[in-house]
């Protein structure tokens, strides 16, 4: 099998039956997953800061990615910049990314009831209660975490750059 091949079979939507059977042999083997997720439209030095971290509390490590019709709605008619495949073998490539899971909704509340994930992450720009899928980490005795973010980057700043030329 290529790397390209193994980058690839890192990526999933969440209604694909391998991916629910994968859950269900690392939730018997007892393994520990870390959910986080967003656009990541273009990856810059403070994504990598924060998915790292992320990916250091627990076995596993899974990025709910937002469809390209998502980031539309969500960030306006010229994002994404990049294409939900390019910008799901991006991530998939790291080598502390286990899996990317697709979804078109306008929160990952449906994946992360799939998911059930030990460890729920996101942006310290967020209060802990006021995360999606807050209550189903809480209610299985999950924890939250927030990571403060690398100062001076934000996928918003580089586009903008961009424009200015």
């Known amino acids: 099998m290529s790397k390209l091949d193994t980058i690839r079979r890192k990526i999933f939507t969440y209604s694909d039956a391998e991916y629910s059977r994968l859950l269900a042999i690392w939730q018997f083997q007892g393994k520990k997953i870390v959910f986080t997720n967003g656009c990541f439209d273009i990856l810059h030095l403070g994504h990598i800061d924060y998915l790292s971290k ?3 509390l627990g076995n596993l490590f899974i990025i709910g ?3 390209d019709a998502s980031v539309s709605k969500i ?3 010229n994002r994404p910049i990049q ?5 799901a073998m991006v991530l998939a490539s790291l080598n502390f990314v286990d899996y990317v899971v697709f979804f078109g909704e306008d929160t ?5 009831k799939l998911t059930q994930p030990d460890v729920l992450v996101k942006g310290a720009d967020y209060k802990p209660e ?3 899928g ?3 980490v809480k209610n299985k ?4 975490v927030t990571i403060e973010f690398l100062e001076g980057y934000s996928t918003t700043a580089i586009e903008k750059k961009i424009l200015r030329g």
């Open 83 to 87: 294409d939900e495949m390019s910008r």
């Open 75 to 77: 960030k306006g008619k």
């Open 141 to 144: 005795g999950g924890e939250i």
């Open 65 to 67: 990615l937002n469809t």
């Open 54 to 56: 992320a990916s250091e």
């Open 108 to 112: 990952p509340y449906n994946l992360i």
């Open 134 to 136: 807050y209550d189903i």
């Open 130 to 132: 006021d995360i999606v």
